[in-house]
């Protein structure tokens, strides 16, 4: 299907396409609305003024065109609460016969990750919100970012789904054949049939990229005698006016859906828009077909490593420019490579299959029900992974699924009745244990193989997780970054003379007044929200734990720290403890390794001792940490414990600190000052400081024995997102430093104390 997608100009009301003849098509329009848990609102708001109301606007107006339409939970919740006309409009559509409603799992989670239970009860709460509220239950479910493994339709027909909406990318690795995506098909699992509708990747990118007239010219080159196709173009509804650029193209100047709406409406005599189930009740499917797991066709590049994204999208563009039979059987990764990419991905949902089988275990009634509502809204899909969209990379979206998980855990094991615990368990599916010490106050995991270092250190009372911080990957998207980059600093040339002008690029602000002409797809290449961001790129050799035990030469930086260039002398930073004793409240790890000097090699021996303890509105957490030189030759360097905090600093927001001590002795004189918790700072010399959130409630303080010098820098990764390339701070690292020097068979010890001071009503965890 050929589609135009020079920006749209504004133009007079459509005319009737000649149809040369009795062919016909139907059109299936659906549209899927979504606001992820913790998205800030006024962005949701934002999103309704430009996309949800002025659509909701526009079928009132075109009463002739009908369509599907999928609001998500989160969604739906938000608009009973900010604009409840909402929902009397809406129902008024459904009542007029326009409008169908889809279901599909409630807080939008991608039911491969959930439970068998999960799945279940995500997908039913929706059929029976739907029912409640507008007197219908859904035929149809959406399928978060239409990722389909072979047991979705068991998912779906348990629930009382009869069919959904896939990719064309799932229909061509499936080996169907090409027409098929104009019809439907069926596909089964366990005895459950389920429908399937695939929407097409060209309406997905010409809707609302392409110009009217030649949408319409494309549509009515598929239209058959017998008038047995559908059109389908299931996608994002922020696309219409939330994207950037889109809002004064959609409904402005532009006026692209009007003209749409009208010009469907002036050809209705060979195309009709249909809602998906009354076109499935009256056209069977045509053929039975098993995708295998994958989702859409940018997903399938997504979720590959850097080098291996290279390599897929090299091979498919270049077998697809020479229509090479083949191309179909270049599939790309999964949706579950995410969990393989982020090791945070896989610790979220890690957490998230701890907080579920806790609340399974729990006895029914309320509390269980209130668990059990904090552990769906945390397994919302948009943190779990990365694409276009800032997803896992986006701070506020991970604290508030985490925070929601944690509150379920705090239900599931009795609140401030919460008994202590301490046990080895492979808690996040890597195949070695971790070790988990919790109570009433805190739950810590430590992993023994890298580094005994923190992976989690969660504030039950303030639904805190201290400890998640991203670490700095490469992107394959990076390339494009530095190619851009490059390409601006080249001294210019003036063309060819018969050379093609570049494209423009995607716009970078979403901006009302962006002139129609400038619209582009979010598929676009980005350009950078501000310059020079391609120097800002730095990978992590490690990943971000708290307590890592280092081992650095004297004179490495702050700089060289923040710019990953440092010289890692030791051997304990990511490498395999022993634990030695565990137990509830403390934890004993001890590492036999090595510390290079410039003489050769010292045998070193580090024992590091995990205590947590104190009250549930006061938590503790000391760690203490002994170096021992096993070799004859003495060692010198400089010792180093590690920490990533997130406090939701990003954009200096004032409400999240570090509070610097003052005094003799303390590295600065006078009282104390307050710095933005996304700086950088250094005390020559400190016994302490303190870190925190005003708006979590959330304070703690940080003793150093013996005193030490202390530096903390930002931790941002560079990511693309649909406005452009652009710097997200992810946290904070804050550095304890020694300096070292052992005698053969001496030893020095170091320790920090934290303490944590809640200020928020903890006496019901449900709220």
């Given at each position: 299907m050929a589609?135009v997608?020079?920006?749209a100009r504004?133009?007079?009301?459509?005319e009737?396409i000649?149809?040369?003849?009795?062919?016909?098509?139907s059109l299936?329009l659906?549209l899927h609305?979504?606001?992820p848990i913790?998205?800030?609102d006024?962005?949701?708001?934002r999103?309704?003024a430009?996309a949800?109301?002025?659509m909701?606007a526009?079928?009132?107006r075109h009463?002739?065109?009908?369509?599907g339409l999928?609001y998500s939970?989160?969604?739906l919740?938000w608009?009973?609460r900010?604009q409840?006309?909402?929902?009397e409009?809406?129902?008024a559509?459904?009542a007029r016969?326009?409008v169908?409603?889809?279901?599909g799992?409630?807080?939008?989670?991608?039911l491969a990750?959930?439970?068998?239970a999960?799945?279940?009860?995500q997908?039913r709460r929706?059929a029976d919100?739907?029912?409640?509220r507008?007197?219908?239950?859904?035929?149809?479910?959406?399928?978060?970012e239409?990722?389909w493994?072979p047991s979705?339709p068991?998912?779906l027909?348990?629930?009382?789904y009869?069919w959904t909406?896939?990719?064309?990318?799932?229909?061509r690795?499936?080996?169907?054949?090409p027409?098929?995506?104009?019809?439907?098909?069926?596909s089964?699992?366990?005895g459950?049939?389920v429908s399937l509708?695939?929407?097409?990747?060209?309406?997905?990118?010409?809707?609302?990229f392409?110009?009217?007239e030649g949408m319409?010219g494309?549509?009515?080159d598929?239209?058959t005698?017998d008038?047995?196709?559908?059109?389908v173009?299931?996608?994002d509804?922020?696309?219409?006016?939330?994207?950037?650029t889109?809002?004064?193209?959609?409904w402005?100047s532009?006026?692209?859906v009007?003209?749409?709406f009208?010009g469907l409406?002036?050809n209705?005599?060979w195309?009709?828009?249909?809602r998906?189930?009354?076109?499935?009740a009256?056209h069977?499917?045509t053929?039975?077909?098993?995708?295998?797991?994958?989702?859409y066709?940018?997903?399938?590049?997504?979720s590959?490593p850097?080098a291996?994204a290279?390599r897929y999208r090299?091979?498919?563009?270049?077998?697809?420019?020479q229509d090479?039979?083949e191309?179909?059987?270049?599939?790309?990764g999964?949706?579950?490579g995410?969990q393989?990419?982020y090791?945070e991905a896989?610790d979220?949902k890690?957490?998230?299959?701890?907080a579920?089988?806790a609340?399974a275990?729990?006895?029914?009634?309320?509390?269980?029900?209130?668990?059990?509502e904090?552990?769906?809204?945390?397994?919302s899909?948009?943190c779990?992974?990365h694409?276009?969209f800032?997803g896992i990379?986006?701070?506020?979206?991970?604290?508030?699924?985490?925070?929601?998980?944690?509150?379920a855990e705090?239900l599931?094991?009795g609140?401030a009745?919460?008994?202590?615990?301490?046990?080895?368990?492979?808690w996040d599916l890597?195949?070695?244990?971790e070790a988990?010490?919790?109570?009433?106050a805190?739950?810590c995991?430590?992993?023994?193989?890298e580094g005994?270092?923190?992976?989690?250190w969660?504030?039950?009372?303030?639904r805190?997780?201290?400890?998640?911080?991203?670490?700095?990957r490469?992107e394959a998207?990076?390339?494009?970054?530095?190619?851009?980059e490059?390409r601006?600093?080249e001294?210019?040339q003036a063309?060819?003379p018969d050379?093609?002008?570049?494209?423009d690029?995607?716009?970078?602000e979403?901006?009302?007044?962006?002139d129609?002409?400038a619209?582009?797809s979010i598929?676009?290449?980005?350009?950078?929200l501000?310059?020079?961001l391609a120097?800002a790129?730095?990978d992590?050799?490690h990943?971000?734990r708290?307590?890592?035990v280092r081992?650095?030469?004297?004179?490495?930086?702050a700089?060289?720290?923040l710019?990953?260039?440092?010289d890692?002398?030791?051997?304990?930073l990511?490498r395999p403890?022993?634990v030695?004793r565990?137990?509830?409240?403390?934890?004993?790890?001890?590492?036999?390794?090595?510390?290079?000097?410039p003489?050769?090699p010292?045998a070193?021996r580090?024992t590091?001792r995990?205590l947590v303890?104190g009250?549930r509105d006061?938590?503790?957490l000391?760690?203490a940490v002994t170096?021992v030189?096993?070799?004859?030759?003495?060692l010198?360097?400089?010792?180093?414990?590690?920490?990533?905090f997130d406090l939701?600093?990003?954009g200096h927001n004032?409400?999240?600190?570090y509070e610097?001590?003052g005094?003799?002795?303390?590295?600065?004189?006078?009282s104390p000052?307050r710095?933005?918790h996304?700086g950088?700072?250094?005390?020559?010399?400190?016994?302490?400081l303190?870190?925190?959130?005003?708006?979590?409630g959330?304070r703690?303080?940080?003793?150093?024995?013996?005193?030490?010098?202390?530096?903390w820098y930002p931790i941002?990764t560079?990511?693309?997102?649909?406005?452009g390339?652009?710097r997200v701070?992810?946290?904070s690292?804050?550095?304890?430093r020694?300096?070292l020097?052992?005698?053969?068979?001496e030893?020095a010890?170091v320790e920090v104390r934290?303490?944590?001071f809640?200020?928020v009503a903890?006496a019901?965890p449900?709220?």
């Open positions: 589609v997608t020079s920006a504004p133009e007079g009301r459509p009737a000649d149809p040369a003849g009795p062919r016909r098509i299936c659906v609305n979504h606001q913790g998205n800030f006024w962005v949701v708001a999103a309704f430009r949800y109301d002025p909701l526009a079928l009132e009463p002739r065109i009908r369509v999928h939970g989160p969604l919740q608009l009973d900010e409840p006309a909402f929902g409009r809406l129902a559509l459904l016969e326009q169908e409603l889809l279901g799992g409630w807080y939008e989670p991608v990750l959930l439970p068998e999960d799945r279940q009860a997908l929706t919100e739907l029912e409640r507008f007197g219908r239950r859904p035929q149809g479910a959406w399928l978060t239409r990722v493994e979705v068991a998912d027909g348990r629930a009382g009869a909406i896939l990719d064309d990318e799932h229909l690795t499936a080996l169907a054949p027409d098929l995506v104009w019809e439907s098909a069926t089964d699992d366990q459950w049939p509708l695939a929407t097409s990747q060209a309406l997905r990118y010409g809707l609302p392409g110009e009217v319409l494309s549509l009515r598929l239209a005698l008038g047995r196709r559908v059109a173009m299931g996608d509804g922020e696309k219409f006016g939330a994207w950037p889109t809002f004064e193209h959609c402005g532009g006026a692209w009007e003209r749409w009208a409406e002036a209705e005599a195309l009709t828009t249909v998906p189930s009354d076109w499935l009256a069977p499917p053929a039975r077909i098993y995708p295998p797991s994958g989702s066709l940018e997903m399938a590049e997504w590959l850097p291996e290279r090299t091979a498919r563009a270049a077998a697809r420019a090479r039979p191309a179909r059987f270049l599939r790309g999964t949706w579950r995410f393989a990419r090791r896989n979220l890690a957490q998230m299959l701890a579920s089988r609340v275990a729990m006895p029914p009634g309320p509390d269980r029900e209130a668990a059990a904090h552990l769906y809204r945390g397994q899909n948009d779990y992974w694409g276009l800032g990379y986006l701070v506020h979206l991970r604290l508030a699924a985490l925070a929601e998980l944690i509150a705090d599931a094991a609140g009745a919460a008994p202590s615990e301490a046990h080895l368990l492979d890597d195949g070695l244990p988990v010490l919790g109570d009433a805190q739950t995991v430590v992993d023994p193989d005994a270092g923190l992976t989690r969660d504030l039950r009372a303030a805190a997780a201290l400890l998640a911080v991203m670490r700095r490469p998207y990076h390339d494009l970054l530095r190619a851009a490059a601006t600093t001294p210019e063309p060819e050379a093609a002008p570049e494209p690029a995607r716009a970078a979403s901006d009302a007044k962006a129609a002409e619209v582009h598929h676009a290449p980005g350009l950078a501000e310059p020079g120097a790129i730095h992590d050799r990943e971000r708290g307590g890592l081992f650095l030469e004297p004179e490495t930086s700089a060289d720290l710019a990953a260039r440092e890692e002398l030791g051997d304990f990511d403890f022993a030695i565990l137990r509830p409240g403390e934890l004993v790890a001890r590492r036999d390794g090595t510390v290079r000097q003489d050769g010292r070193v580090v590091k995990l303890g009250s006061q938590p503790e000391r760690l170096v030189d096993l070799d004859r030759r003495p010198a360097c400089d010792l180093a414990l590690e920490w990533g939701a600093g990003g004032p409400a999240a600190w610097l001590p005094g003799p002795g303390d590295g600065i004189a006078g000052e710095r933005p996304d950088a700072g250094e005390l020559v010399e400190a016994r302490g303190a870190f925190g959130n005003d708006d979590l959330l703690v303080e940080a003793a150093i024995r013996p005193s030490a010098r202390v530096l941002e560079i990511n693309d997102s649909d406005a390339f652009e701070y992810q946290g690292c804050l550095l304890q020694w300096p020097r052992l005698a053969p068979g030893k010890s934290y303490r944590a809640t200020q903890a019901d449900r709220r």
